[in-house]
C-alpha cells in the first residue's frame, strides 16, 4: 500500500540555523509534492508545490528538492526564526488516478529556539 | 483569498447525539473533503466530494455521512456521535490546476 513518511515527529534547532526536513514515500508515482504548515488548534496552511519533473524550488527562505528516484523530498527553512516553529506535512498529489485526493505525511514539528 | 468556513471551533456534544458540521467555501471549486486530525495519527481522510451529490468514501467513513445539495457547502453528518469520534475535525476544499488544498480553521468536537 501507498506510504508517507516524515522523518521525525520532532525537530529543534537554534535561530539562524537551516531547518531540514524530510519526507519519503513508497508505493506510488506521484505528479507532485505538497509542503503545508500547520499552528496548532488550526488547520494546515499550503505553502508550496514541487513537481515530478523539477529538482528544486524556492519560495523566500523555504527550497523543497524532489528527488523520484529516492522517492524523497527535502523541506529547508533557511535562517530560520521562533516565528517558524510549526507542524510541517508533506503530501502527494496526482499519479495514475488523479482524483484531487492527497495522501498526507504525519508532520514533523519544528521547534525554533532563540 | 480563498476562504474556507466551518460552522463551529468548538462543539460538544452527548453520546447518540446525531451532529452537524458544515463547510462552506468561496471558490466555486469543485472538490471537497473532510478529515479528522488525532495525535499520532495525523490526517485521516473521511469523505470527499468532486461535485454536487457527488460524494466518495475515504479511509475512514464509518460511522459518519456526509451532503453536498450545493456546490459551495459539505456537510458531515455524525448519526449517532460515540466518545470515539471525539476529534478536531478540518474540512478542504481543492485548487487548481495542482489539488493544493485550502483548510478551514477546524472543529474540534468532544463527545461525552
Known amino acids: 500500500s501507498q506510504k508517507i513518511e516524515q522523518n521525525s515527529e520532532a525537530l529543534n534547532i537554534q535561530e539562524g540555523k537551516t531547518a531540514t526536513l524530510t519526507c519519503n514515500y513508497t508505493n506510488y508515482s506521484p505528479a507532485y509534492l505538497q509542503w503545508y504548515r500547520q499552528d496548532p488548534g488550526r488547520g494546515p496552511v499550503f505553502l508550496l508545490l514541487?513537481?515530478?519533473?523539477?529538482k528544486e524550488k524556492r519560495k523566500e527562505r523555504l527550497k523543497v528538492t524532489f528527488d523520484t528516484t529516492l522517492k524523497q523530498s527535502l523541506f529547508h527553512i533557511t535562517a530560520s526564526q521562533p516565528a517558524d516553529s510549526a507542524t510541517y506535512l508533506c503530501?502527494?498529489?496526482?499519479?495514475?488516478?488523479?482524483?484531487?485526493?492527497?495522501?498526507f505525511g504525519q508532520g514533523t514539528t519544528l521547534q525554533v529556539k532563540p | 483569498d480563498v476562504k474556507v468556513t466551518q460552522s463551529s471551533r468548538y462543539l460538544v456534544k452527548r453520546t447518540g447525539e446525531k451532529v452537524f458540521l458544515e463547510c462552506v467555501q468561496d471558490?466555486?471549486?469543485?472538490?471537497m473533503f473532510w478529515y479528522r486530525q488525532d495525535p499520532g495519527l495525523g490526517l485521516r481522510l473521511i469523505y470527499f466530494?468532486?461535485?454536487?451529490?457527488?460524494?466518495e468514501k475515504g479511509d475512514i467513513p464509518e460511522g459518519y455521512s456526509v451532503s453536498r445539495e450545493k456546490k459551495e457547502r459539505f456537510s458531515l453528518i455524525l448519526e449517532s456521535a460515540s466518545t470515539n469520534q471525539t476529534s478536531m475535525y478540518l474540512c478542504?476544499?481543492?485548487?487548481?490546476?495542482?489539488?493544493?488544498?485550502?483548510f478551514g480553521p477546524g472543529t474540534r468536537l468532544t463527545v461525552l
Open positions: 466530494s468532486y461535485d454536487v451529490k457527488m460524494k
Open positions: 514541487i513537481r515530478e519533473n523539477e
Open positions: 478542504a476544499m481543492g485548487g487548481r490546476p495542482h489539488n493544493e488544498q485550502f
Open positions: 471558490m466555486d471549486h469543485e472538490n
Open positions: 503530501a502527494l498529489a496526482g499519479g495514475s488516478s488523479n482524483t484531487g485526493k492527497l495522501i
